[in-house]
């Protein structure tokens, strides 16, 4: 989080003509993927009819653009965005409009043609959902529907961008696993030999309730021995890094305590637990449904972009909501370490 999103959202606190500086667009829940992290593995249905429509989406990203909106995140909540016939239009148009554009895709997709249109497009990030260097493991952990290997693709892609000195940057986005863990180095390496990965985002496995959960979770010894990888991820001099794993010296001790049941505490107040995440990122469903939270997948039933402009929805229905949370979110203690990091950055700078 940069100095210029905080004082966004401090000026946001009281006028609220300011609005979101990124919108995260989940644009669909069809996928090619049946990932091990997502439902155990089992395919994701996904009713297409209700995706929001390509003219919905025009209209939203041109009050965005109007709203002075910065950045459009492309994801999909149990989908993958290049599932959607459009999204070579979505993405065009994000770019006309001069938006930042970031999307997070499994990778499956992408090749040297993708490289150079988002090179041509002047795309900005690409976050890719990559567990390891190693191609058997990663097609393990995240198999195709019709068993093909996809790989090469994420290789050719990357190959592509460096062979004709795109400015696309890329984030990897890494589910730590029993699967994986010990993968990490050759990953790092892997990552260090193209120029255009800047970051990895090295991330714990949730527990949403997923039947296979324990058979994936690192056990004491393990975490132990992942501890020491981390400490090396974080002495890595070429790759930004961050991760959701909480205090390593929790991990080095074997604490398996999840970081969303542990406490944080500002300089400035006691015990924290006040949102200020709605202030900075409007999240907004497959069907047009705004959602609560960019973590939890949750509706907020009544307030569609369909229905209203997205200044009508910001400025008056969404505001008391978003001022309820900054008296008291009960939610907090579910929340994940990054986004309470950025919490506890406002709040050592609204105070």
Same mark, same amino acid.
């Given at each position: ?50 995706? !929001? ?34 999204? @070579? ?39 890719? %959902? ?14 195709? @529907? ?19 000195? %795109? ?18 180095? %050759? ?96 999240? !907004? ?60 950055? !406002? ?5």
């Amino acid at each position: 989080m940069d100095k210029q999103t905080i004082e966004r959202v401090k000026i946001g606190l009281v006028n609220p003509e300011i609005g979101p500086e990124t919108i995260a667009l989940m644009l669909t829940k069809a996928c090619n993927l049946r990932c091990l992290y997502c439902l155990g593995g089992k395919t994701v249905s996904s009713d297409l009819a209700s995706d !929001i429509s390509t003219e919905d989406l025009f209209r939203l990203l041109r009050d965005a653009s109007e709203f002075k909106v910065k950045d459009i995140n492309l994801g999909g909540f149990l989908g993958e965005p290049f599932c959607r016939k459009d999204i @070579i239009d979505i993405m065009q148009e994000i770019k006309r409009l001069g938006l930042r554009g970031t999307m997070t895709t499994n990778g499956s997709f992408l090749n040297s043609e993708i490289a150079k249109f988002m090179t041509d497009c002047g795309w900005d990030i690409m976050r890719i %959902s990559l567990d390891s260097a190693d191609a058997s493991i990663q097609h393990i952990l995240r198999p195709a @529907i019709n068993q093909k290997p996809y790989f090469q693709n994420i290789v050719e892609f990357l190959d592509t961008l460096q062979r004709i000195n %795109s400015k696309v940057r890329i984030i990897l986005n890494v589910v730590i696993s029993k699967n994986n863990f010990r993968n990490l180095p %050759s990953l790092i390496e892997f990552a260090n030999s193209y120029k255009n990965i800047e970051f990895l985002d090295v991330l714990k496995l949730m527990n949403t309730e997923l039947s296979n959960y324990d058979d994936l979770q690192l056990n004491t010894e393990e975490l132990k021995e992942f501890t020491s990888i981390l400490v090396m991820l974080k002495n890595e001099k070429k790759l930004g890094y961050q991760d959701n794993w909480g205090k390593l010296e929790d991990l080095e001790n074997g604490n398996l305590q999840n970081a969303a049941d542990i406490e944080f505490k500002t300089s400035n107040q006691g015990d924290f637990k006040r949102c200020f995440v709605n202030y900075y990122i409007l999240s !907004i469903d497959t069907n047009g449904e705004i959602m609560k939270c960019p973590q939890y997948q949750m509706g907020m039933p009544g307030f569609n972009i369909k229905n209203t402009s997205l200044v009508t929805l910001w400025q008056d229905e969404l505001l008391r909501f978003r001022q309820s949370l900054t008296e008291n979110a009960p939610c907090y203690k579910k929340c994940c370490t990054i986004l309470r990091k950025e919490n506890e950055l !406002i709040m050592d700078n609204l105070y």
